[in-house]
């Protein structure tokens, strides 16, 4: 996902669990030349493989190879076996047991499992406020936790674009009925209880042009745990007796997904595409769309779902992600045995980078009114773009949003913040799917605007073209290019490991997407620095260009349009011609103008030799002692990177007196964050976080900031 510096409008809903997308993370630099060799090939017993040998973080121990199995199935084989451990003869670490378990065990739903099923990537964006050896325990409870579980991830390459014309949200469907058991394993639930039972989480979503299917367990259980989920691609039983309970679960999501005005626009703007591009597709489901419709056209959805599975659910458009501790010949003949059988149709792959400029219409570059469901004043500006995938080594969308979602000195949101007219800004795209398929590229600015700046909307929208305009007259500058390299490369080198299902799920959409050296690289490092590409992006966002959304409860009963699907209601205006050529024509203000060169981007990665006694590192030591403060030093012997954090606590009684109190307290810190905002920036974007926020101290009363910088 390519946002600068702010919260996500991450479009994607179609899950089967509640879990929560992972951050991507745009990292640089670190990478091998263009003409290095990065992988070797072999060939075994019908399988083809190659071990990846990827510029890579010094913190990423793991191994990788990719294989394609003679169903023309290709699987990235992760072994995460660590510094210090090791493989018996079998190739499985020396603590494993016999994956093998028995096969009732599917059938059995343990009542002990008290196992935590959430995993994630580590989060740098702040800290807990709670803090204290509770909040450590649970941090290595579950770094534990993610070191005995092994993951596996498959990605069939089809989603909604593919739905057909009839059944609008099949794709979907599907994705959900694939669970209701298989030939080998017809029990409804197998795979779940299975899951359940030792310790891990499985998860699906459909998206564009990919349906995802994810699981986590613990280590000794996930060759078994293969076997069942394998099934489900093999000869999965897809019965009628469970097409109306999944339809409904089907519908109840797209009933979750009502209230979320980033899904309501998103749906707007793919009615205002071409009239039968994929992109202006329902794409979600719901019980009109996948039951009553099809009905009373007389179409049978259970023979149409069938048709569908036969049709795309093909191995050779199909990648697998493992990842476990076992050595990765063991990981192969793993998968080769479990995952050949997936049948091939040999039909082709649907393509659908023909279908270019959805947008090309006339309901495209107007200004839409609409009523949102949280009270809120938003302006979401959105540009078409050609498809630009295959530019993933210069990512000229990045550079743009990196710039233009700036919030430092001569910035745009520098100045509409000095206004009083947004409280938050942000510039680029979601990610792969609605936003960035093989159709087209949407970049977008979303601002948060005050009600000052609801009423000043036409003084916004100008401040947005203007400092547009200063970034076209200045051209792309290749220095600001290589500092997002060298802030993203130094967040690459030092980056610390995702839990296993986070990986998988990361690394198998990105083997439809880039070739195998770039599977781990491609959709996080910038490459190649190309100004006449992202000077072509330029010209692509102009105001002429722009489709803007302006939500606000304000246009309650003004509104004379309906969307069909989400009965969204919104008005539409054209854009005079004085006013566009005003914009068109516009001079940018000396108030704009390209951030300073960031003078906290770090460069020297040495570490210093402890100077402590062996009996002064375990404890911190106390350097400074005054009349009102305390200063405390620990020096870390044990990770050694090149990280500081820093802890201050502002301790006061005066903050928990009375309610008022701790209202103004809330106050001061928005103050304070407000303040800091635009000097702090700088730090932030070189990877220096920053936070503070109340927190109460062990058996004291005594209440304070913590505020938090590392």
Same mark, same amino acid.
């Given at each position: 996902?390519?946002?600068?510096?702010?919260?996500?409008?991450?479009?994607?809903?179609?899950?089967?669990?509640?879990?929560?997308?992972?951050?991507?993370?745009?990292?640089?630099?670190?990478?091998?030349?263009?003409?290095?060799?990065?992988?070797?090939r072999y060939q075994n017993n019908d399988v083809n493989w190659m071990n990846l040998n990827v510029e890579k973080s010094p913190n990423d121990y793991k191994q990788y190879r990719v294989i394609d199995l003679p169903n023309k199935l290709k699987a990235l084989l992760i072994c995460d076996l660590q510094s210090g451990e090791s493989f018996d003869k079998d190739g499985q670490q020396l603590d494993n047991v016999d994956p093998e378990t028995p096969e009732d065990d599917t059938r059995v739903v343990s009542d002990q499992d008290d196992d935590d099923n959430s995993s994630g990537c580590e989060s740098d964006d702040g800290i807990s406020s709670d803090g204290g050896e509770e909040a450590s325990g649970d941090h290595k409870q579950a770094k534990e936790k993610s070191e005995r579980m092994a993951a596996a991830a498959l990605c069939v390459g089809i989603g909604s674009f593919s739905d057909p014309v009839a059944f609008p949200g099949m794709a979907h469907f599907l994705e959900h009925m694939v669970f209701m058991g298989s030939e080998k394993y017809p029990n409804e639930n197998a795979f779940d209880e299975f899951i359940t039972k030792h310790g891990g989480q499985s998860n699906a979503y459909t998206?564009?042009?990919?349906?995802?299917?994810?699981?986590?367990i613990e280590r000794k259980y996930f060759m078994k745990a293969l076997d069942i989920w394998a099934q489900f691609f093999i000869n999965p039983l897809l019965k009628e007796d469970s097409v109306d309970r999944e339809v409904k679960a089907v519908d109840s999501e797209f009933q979750m997904s009502l209230p979320s005005d980033n899904a309501r626009v998103e749906q707007l703007l793919g009615s205002f595409a071409k009239k039968g591009h994929p992109i202006s597709k329902f794409m979600y489901g719901n019980l009109k769309s996948l039951k009553t419709k099809p009905q009373e056209d007389g179409i049978n959805p259970y023979d149409r779902l069938h048709e569908f599975n036969t049709r795309h659910y093909s191995s050779h458009y199909m990648t697998l992600v493992v990842q476990s501790k076992e050595s990765l010949d063991t990981l192969q003949q793993w998968v080769t045995d479990i995952f050949s059988p997936i049948p091939n149709n040999s039909q082709q792959q649907p393509d659908f980078s023909k279908e270019v400029k959805p947008f090309d219409t006339?309901?495209?570059?107007?200004?839409?009114?609409?009523?949102?469901?949280?009270?809120?004043?938003?302006?979401?500006?959105?540009?078409?773009?050609?498809?630009?995938?295959?530019q993933y080594r210069q990512k000229p969308l990045n550079y743009l949003s990196w710039l233009i979602g700036h919030e430092g000195k001569g910035s745009l949101m520098s100045f509409l913040r000095k206004k009083l007219w947004a409280l938050k800004l942000a510039a680029g795209f979601n990610g792969v799917g609605f936003?960035?398929?093989?159709?087209?590229?949407?970049?977008?600015?979303?601002i948060t605007l005050t009600d000052s700046g609801l009423?000043?909307?036409?003084?916004?929208?100008?401040?947005?073209?203007?400092?547009?305009?200063?970034?076209?007259?200045?051209?792309p500058q290749q220095w600001i290019f290589e500092e997002i390299q060298?802030?993203?490369?130094?967040? #690459?080198?030092?980056?610390?490991?995702?839990?296993?299902?986070?990986?998988?799920?990361? =690394? @198998?959409?990105?083997?439809h997407l880039y070739p195998p050296e770039h599977y781990i690289t491609g959709d996080v490092l910038l490459f190649d620095f190309d100004p006449e590409l992202i000077a072509e992006c330029q010209q692509m966002i102009q105001p002429s260009k722009a489709n803007v959304v302006l939500l606000s409860k304000t246009h309650q009963g003004s509104c004379d349009l309906?969307?069909?699907?989400?009965?969204?209601?919104?008005?539409?205006?054209?854009?005079?011609?004085e006013q566009m050529n005003k914009w068109e024509t516009c001079t940018p203000g000396p108030e704009f103008h390209l951030p300073e060169?960031?003078?906290?981007?770090?460069?020297?990665?040495?570490?210093?030799?402890?100077?402590?006694?062996?009996?002064?590192?375990?404890?911190?030591?106390?350097?400074?002692?005054?009349?009102?403060?305390?200063?405390?030093?620990?020096?870390?012997?044990? #990770?050694?990177?090149?990280?500081?954090?820093?802890?201050?606590?502002?301790?006061?009684? =005066? @903050?928990?007196?009375?309610?008022?109190?701790?209202?103004?307290?809330?106050?001061l810190k928005n103050i304070l964050e407000q303040n800091l905002s635009e000097v702090a920036y700088a730090a932030s974007v070189a990877q220096l976080r920053e936070d503070a926020g109340r927190t109460r101290g062990g058996h004291r009363e005594d209440t304070g900031i913590n505020a938090f910088y590392a």
């Open positions: 996902m390519v946002r600068c510096h702010f919260q996500s409008i991450c479009f994607s809903i179609y899950r089967r669990m509640s879990h929560i997308p992972r951050k991507k993370v745009c990292k640089t630099s670190l990478m091998p030349s263009r003409n290095e060799e990065t992988v070797n998206n564009c042009e990919q349906t995802v299917f994810f699981f986590d006339e309901d495209f570059c107007k200004l839409y009114r609409v009523v949102p469901v949280k009270d809120k004043n938003q302006l979401e500006i959105t540009w078409a773009l050609p498809n630009l995938m295959t936003d960035y398929n093989s159709t087209s590229s949407q970049f977008n600015v979303s009423d000043n909307l036409e003084q916004v929208l100008t401040a947005v073209f203007e400092y547009l305009q200063m970034l076209s007259d200045v051209g060298t802030i993203e490369a130094n967040d #690459f080198r030092w980056k610390e490991q995702c839990d296993p299902i986070d990986n998988v799920d990361d =690394l @198998v959409v990105n083997m309906i969307e069909p699907w989400f009965q969204t209601k919104y008005g539409k205006e054209e854009f005079g011609k060169k960031n003078q906290y981007i770090a460069k020297d990665f040495s570490l210093k030799p402890s100077d402590m006694a062996d009996a002064q590192k375990k404890l911190p030591t106390l350097i400074h002692s005054g009349e009102y403060s305390k200063l405390y030093y620990k020096k870390d012997d044990k #990770f050694k990177v090149p990280k500081a954090y820093c802890y201050f606590y502002l301790i006061s009684p =005066l @903050v928990n007196v009375n309610a008022e109190n701790r209202v103004l307290f809330g106050i």
